[in-house]
């Protein structure tokens, strides 16, 4: 059967430098007079820039970014954005209770175990495990992945170091890996009792007892969710049709939406089908599925491109607000006397004044007074990249997946 590394060996895109640091001039080169001073007519070269990616991270640098450090959105809102959060390659998660294969299911696609994989009948896997391309094969220990600036890990920190040390990072050669990367998880756990041997929050990190809890994180983000009824080779048609009939059943009433959600039955260990055992409709169904399983999955990384894009303008919208607020905060402060007082003010009447967004508590350790002024010329930078820039992008290069 066609692997997905040959599928998307297909629709390779053109090859990148190595360094991401060579990608665009880092922030640091980019002097920061250059940022404030922002003409808002002067439009980005587009031949300069090589793909929508590296636009994007350019636009961030030159207009973006001076309106997020001015009016601290990094403080309130979300981290600065580094070339790593743009250059991460669309992941993948294996959810699932123990043992139902999702190990095997990572080593079906790479056709070859990842360093340090552990499948078998017991729960086996006992961390998350990122299964990332790499020069060499190696394994990466939690802590110190977690550290790494190019990293796009630095955020799972805030789970505690009892997390990280059942986090690693497993590094190989793979084309497919060029394109996905996939995390392996260790096996759900249902019950109560099970749950409090965890030293760390499960539900938490990938955002059943434990295993409802998990499908609950999930919600909202249907469209990412993918379901397998795997091992479908060790029953017969009939018990196969009874348990794909329940898993709907319980599919659509823990998800609670209308559409029906698209399951794929299969086998996905290399093993082959015992006919006998599964049927006669068995092996052609499941090839049949794992071929669509194999084209959804293709169209990940196409589909990462258009989220990245979608993600950078709601970005760059909340920026604008978010300067707006701290911006009329600045505004409402007295230029001598009292201003202390009409900080508190302004903190109680928070609610009054349009923000729920920032809370007052966070607020309260800051100096209204040292807050920038409004900054129309950086609003206007802002609002030409998403008026001008970025459709010029979209015009100029195509997603490279396409
Ligand atoms: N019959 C059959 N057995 C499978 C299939 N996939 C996996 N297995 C077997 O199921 C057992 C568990 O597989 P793993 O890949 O370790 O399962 P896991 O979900 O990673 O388990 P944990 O890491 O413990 O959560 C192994 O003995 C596999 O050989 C399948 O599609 N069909
Ligand atoms: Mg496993």
Redesign the pocket.
């Known amino acids: 059967m066609e692997g997905l590394d040959i599928i998307l060996a297909r629709h390779k895109p053109s090859p990148k430098k190595n360094d991401p640091d060579l990608d665009v001039a880092p922030p640091s080169q980019v002097s920061s007079v250059q940022w404030f001073n922002s003409k808002s007519t002067k439009k980005i070269p587009l031949s300069s820039v090589t793909s929508i990616i590296d636009g994007l991270k350019r636009l961030y640098i030159e207009k973006l970014k001076p309106l997020e450090v001015s009016y601290r959105f990094n403080d309130f809102v979300s981290p600065l954005l580094t070339n790593s959060d743009f250059d991460a390659k669309p992941m993948v998660m294996l959810l ?1 209770q ?8 990572i080593k079906h696609l790479l056709r070859t175990s990842y360093p340090g994989a ?8 006992d961390r998350f495990v990122v299964v990332m391309s790499g020069p060499d094969e190696r394994s990466i220990p939690g802590n110190t992945i977690a550290v790494q600036a190019d990293m796009p890990y630095s955020g799972l920190t805030s789970f505690g170091t009892a997390f990280l040390s059942k986090f690693e990072c497993s590094q190989m050669p793979h084309p497919l890996l060029e394109h996905i990367t996939f995390v ?1 998880t ?2 759900v756990l249902s019950g109560e009792k099970q749950r409090t041997q965890r030293s760390y929050d499960f539900t938490g990190v990938t955002s059943c007892d434990e295993f409802k809890r998990v499908i609950g994180a999930l919600r909202g983000h249907d469209d990412k969710i993918r379901v397998v009824l ?2 479908a ?2 029953i017969d048609t009939q018990q196969l049709m009874r348990v794909y009939g329940a898993l709907m059943w319980s599919l659509g009433k823990v998800l609670n939406t209308p559409e029906v959600m698209r399951v794929y039955i299969g ?3 290399d ?1 082959p089908v015992n006919e006998a055992a599964s049927g006669p409709i068995g092996k052609e169904l499941f090839e049949k599925e794992q071929d669509d399983l194999l084209s959804d999955l293709k169209d990940i990384p196409k589909k990462a491109c258009d989220r990245r894009i979608n993600e950078f303008v709601k970005r760059a919208r909340a920026a604008k607000i978010h300067a707006y607020i701290i911006s009329h905060l600045k505004k409402e402060m007295p230029s001598m006397m009292g201003k202390a007082k009409a900080q508190q003010r302004l903190i109680d009447n928070l609610e009054d004044v349009f923000l729920k967004s920032i809370s007052g508590e966070v607020l309260g350790g800051y100096n209204f007074d040292k807050f920038e002024k409004l900054k129309p010329k950086m609003i206007q930078a802002v609002d030409d990249m998403l008026g001008y820039d970025i459709p010029d992008l979209l015009k100029n290069f195509r997603n490279p997946y396409e």
């Open positions: 699932g123990y043992s139902t294969g999702k190990t095997t299911f552990h499948i078998g009948p017991e729960p086996t896997t392996d260790p096996g795997n091992k080779d060790q086998s996905f260990n093993k």
